[in-house]
């Protein structure tokens, strides 16, 4: 077995599989990359049983196909230090020593038997859409961060894909804060629901960030996948039934709050360091048309005060939130204003972006309050 490839190329492509491999595995074999050669396609494959993601490229030169696994390690380790030049690897099939020519030198290693590595998962009975890559990276970076940890819900730790003839909606939650991200343009034609871990859709977005290209996902019952651009992603579904979302989503909000999302955003950077370290609670109090914020831990006699300027239709009222919740969904949103939609202290608040630029996008953000401290 033996081909040839450019040392950055392949530095890229197994930087991109390295999010599959776990930091501890109970299986050896999952701190390797499967490197399958067949005629002039390279395929690469990194897998933790859950998750499975394989890599096709095109290597200069081909010869004697064959497979073998490597350690991800030491070879990621070695790649990034090289020059962007051609790597010539030999294989021997018998013995498993892996030889490595570059400018630089000559490097040996030992692989190990791809018979030991796990299979590459076959779905069966799939239904199957194409997603603009765009919409699918919009939806999971506007929604994995709310994802929850929480082992006795582990529906909570993904995001619900939620297919309709008329539009596609993606929800996350923890159940202290929830966000709902909703494309008028994702007319798919068909009705499905799914929950994706968070981890493959941490991998997927990165690696859907750039290009504009249609992703071809395929699901059944307990499997998806993604395909695209020489990229194919097996993800375990989680399986349960997801909470109704709708249902926790507060309709009657009579006090309204607009602020400059980036002024607020800067403001609760600053207090939260000044904040009760448990509760990171950063108090806001509305009055007329001032927005009074502070934070404080009485424990060390610590507290940060600033005032901000915002309209304000409703009653004066006081309520207090995560500064944590608060910046991660905030820091989402790409408008210059922020709505917050309130009915009480001690109910869920909402947030809105005001004006936003895609006309087809439909966000909602809720996060719980933190119940008041007394002073």
């Known amino acids: ?32 990359f499967l490197f399958e050669l067949d005629e002039s396609v390279l395929k690469v494959t ?45 294989i021997d099939q018998t013995t498993l020593a892996v030889e490595i020519l570059s400018s630089e030198g000559k490097y040996k290693l030992t692989g190990h038997n791809a018979e030991d590595y796990p299979q590459v998962p076959e779905l069966a009975d799939t239904t199957s859409v194409d997603i603009a890559s765009s919409l ?29 003839p008329d539009y596609m909606t993606f929800v996350a939650t923890d159940a202290h804060k929830l966000v709902r991200y909703r494309r008028m343009d994702a007319q798919l034609g068909l009705s499905a629901s799914f929950i994706v871990p968070r981890k493959p859709l941490n991998v997927l977005k990165n690696l859907l960030a750039n290009d504009e290209f249609p992703v071809a996902v395929e699901y059944n019952i307990t499997n998806a996948s993604f395909a695209f651009q020489g990229v194919k992603l097996y993800s375990r579904l989680i399986e349960g039934k997801y909470p109704a979302y709708e249902a926790v989503i507060p309709k009657d909000n009579k006090n309204l709050l607009t602020v400059d999302r980036l002024a607020f955003v800067n403001s609760v950077k600053r207090l939260s360091p000044f904040a ?6 950063v108090r806001l109090r509305i009055s007329g048309q001032e927005l009074l914020m502070n934070a404080e831990d009485i424990d060390y006699s ?17 309520i207090g939130f995560n500064s944590k919740f608060l ?18 202290p001690t109910r869920a608040g909402i947030i809105l972006p005001v004006a936003p630029e895609n006309k087809e996008e439909n966000i909602l953000m809720l996060v719980m309050p933190v119940m008041l401290a007394q002073n």
């Open 327 to 344: 910046l991660d969904m905030v820091s989402n949103l790409e408008t210059d204003e922020i709505c917050f939609e309130l009915s009480g």
């Open 136 to 164: 699918l990276a919009a939806g999971i970076s506007k929604t994995v961060f709310a994802t929850g940890n929480d082992e006795l819900r582990p529906v909570m730790g993904g995001v619900f894909f939620e297919l309709t």
């Open 46 to 90: 990194a897998t933790d049983l859950e998750t499975t993601m394989v890599m096709t490229m095109e290597p200069t030169m081909a010869d004697e196909p064959g497979k073998i696994t490597i350690q991800a390690k030491l070879l990621l380790d070695f790649l990034k230090y090289l020059p962007d030049a051609p790597l010539t690897f030999t």
């Open 276 to 281: 009760n370290q448990s509760t990171h609670q």
């Open 302 to 318: 610590n507290e940060g005060v600033e005032r901000l300027a915002c309209t304000f239709e409703g009653e004066d009222m006081e």
């Open 1 to 32: 077995m033996k081909f040839i490839i450019n040392s950055q190329t392949l530095l890229r492509k197994l930087q991109s599989l390295s999010g599959i491999i776990n930091s501890s595995n109970t299986l050896p074999i999952l701190d390797d």
